[in-house]
C-alpha cells in the first residue's frame, strides 16, 4: 500500500509518495514563485496528476492522499483560510483536489497538525499519544496531540499560538499576527531589529551597517555568532517567549514531549537547553520536570511526513 502526501508551504510544494513503513519512494520539490489564488491550486493539482501515474508509482495504486496546508483547514467545508497565499481567503482546495483524484480519499489539515502527525510516525514523538510540535518560522503555530488524536477546537482553529498573549500592555502591532508571533517568529525577530535601530541611533554594531529594511532572523543570527550586542538582546528576548510558550504548553496540556522545529529551529537548535531553563522558571512545577524538549526528527520535511500520516491514518481508521 501507498500514499502521497503534499506540504504546501509559503515558497514552495513538497510532495512524496510512501509506503505504509514511511519509506519514501518518490520525492518532489516545486517553487512556489509568485504564483497566487487559483495558480497556486492548479500546480498543487498538476502535481498531484503526475504522482498519480502509473509510471511514476510503477503500477501501484495510490490508496488516499494527505495535503498539509499553511494556515487553517475548515474540514467540514473543504475549503483553506492561508495568509500568505494571496487569494486564499476561503479557498475550494477540496472541490479542486477531487477532480483530479476521484474516488481515492483526500484530506487536508494544518500545516501545524502535520508536523506534530509526522513526528509521531517517523520522527521525534514516535510512541507518544500526548506531545506538541511547536513551529517557529515566518510565523508560529502548534501541533497538539491530545489522547492521540489532533486537538482541533471547535472551528479547526486550535494551536494558533501566535495570538498567544506574553506581554502587556496590548500594542496595536499585535493586531494582524498576535504578540507571540511579533516578538518571536522569524518574520518577527527583523521587526523587533528594525523597530530597535529605527528608535535608536547611536547603535554602531554589526546589523547598524544593514539595510534596516531588508534585516532578517538570518543576519540576526550572524551577528549573534559575532556576539553583536542588538543581536543578542533580540535573541535573549526570544529565548523569553519561548521559554514562557513552552511552559504555558506544558501547563495546560502535560504533554509527553514537546518537538520545537520550523525555520527558526535550524540556527535556534543551540538554545534549546537555554529555553528550558526559562520554561523551568514559569510552568507547573510537576509537569515540567515531566517533559521533554527535543528538536524535529524530521526537520523540514516534518509537514510532507505529516501529511502521508493523515492519509495512511485515514485508510486504517476505514
Given amino acids: 500500500m501507498i500514499v502521497l502526501g503534499i506540504d504546501l508551504g509559503g515558497t514552495k510544494l513538497t510532495a512524496s509518495v510512501f509506503t505504509e513503513d514511511g519509506i519514501i519512494l518518490r520525492h518532489e520539490n516545486v517553487p512556489i514563485g509568485t504564483l497566487k489564488g487559483t495558480e497556486v491550486g492548479k500546480m498543487i493539482t498538476d502535481v498531484i496528476s503526475r504522482m498519480l501515474n502509473p509510471e511514476v508509482t510503477k503500477g501501484d495504486r495510490i490508496a488516499a492522499l494527505g495535503i498539509s496546508v499553511p494556515g487553517i483547514s475548515f474540514i467540514s467545508q473543504g475549503t483553506v483560510w492561508a495568509p500568505n497565499i494571496e487569494g486564499w481567503e476561503n479557498y475550494p482546495l477540496l472541490e479542486e483536489v477531487k477532480l483530479v483524484t476521484g474516488d481515492i480519499p483526500v484530506i487536508i489539515d494544518s500545516d501545524r497538525a502535520c508536523y506534530i502527525l509526522g513526528e509521531v510516525w517517523q520522527g521525534n514523538a514516535k510512541g507518544c499519544k500526548d506531545a506538541i510540535f ?90 549573534y555568532k559575532n556576539d553583536d550586542l542588538l543581536a543578542k538582546k533580540i535573541l535573549n528576548e526570544c529565548i523569553e517567549y519561548w521559554g514562557m510558550a513552552v511552559a504555558n504548553l506544558v501547563s495546560l496540556f502535560n504533554p509527553e514531549k514537546i518537538i520545537i522545529g520550523g525555520g527558526v529551529f535550524g540556527p535556534a537548535l543551540s538554545l534549546i537547553p537555554e529555553i528550558l531553563k526559562e520554561a523551568k522558571r514559569w510552568a507547573q512545577p510537576v509537569g515540567i520536570t515531566q517533559v521533554k524538549l527535543e528538536p524535529s526528527g524530521l526537520g523540514g520535511d516534518a509537514g510532507v511526513f505529516g501529511a502521508g500520516y493523515l492519509a495512511m491514518r485515514s485508510i486504517i481508521k476505514e
Fill in 134 to 223: 511547536l513551529a517557529v518560522g515566518t510565523g508560529i503555530g502548534a501541533g497538539i496531540l491530545v489522547n492521540g488524536e489532533i486537538l482541533r477546537g471547535s472551528n479547526d482553529i486550535a494551536g494558533c499560538i501566535g495570538w498567544m498573549a506574553l506581554n502587556r500592555p496590548f500594542n496595536d502591532l499585535y493586531k494582524y499576527c498576535g504578540c507571540f508571533e511579533y516578538h518571536a517568529s522569524g518574520e518577527g525577530m527583523g521587526k523587533v531589529a528594525r523597530q530597535y535601530l529605527s528608535e535608536n541611533r547611536e547603535y554602531a554594531g554589526e546589523l547598524a551597517v544593514k539595510v534596516i529594511e531588508e534585516i532578517t532572523s538570518y543576519d540576526i543570527f550572524n551577528a
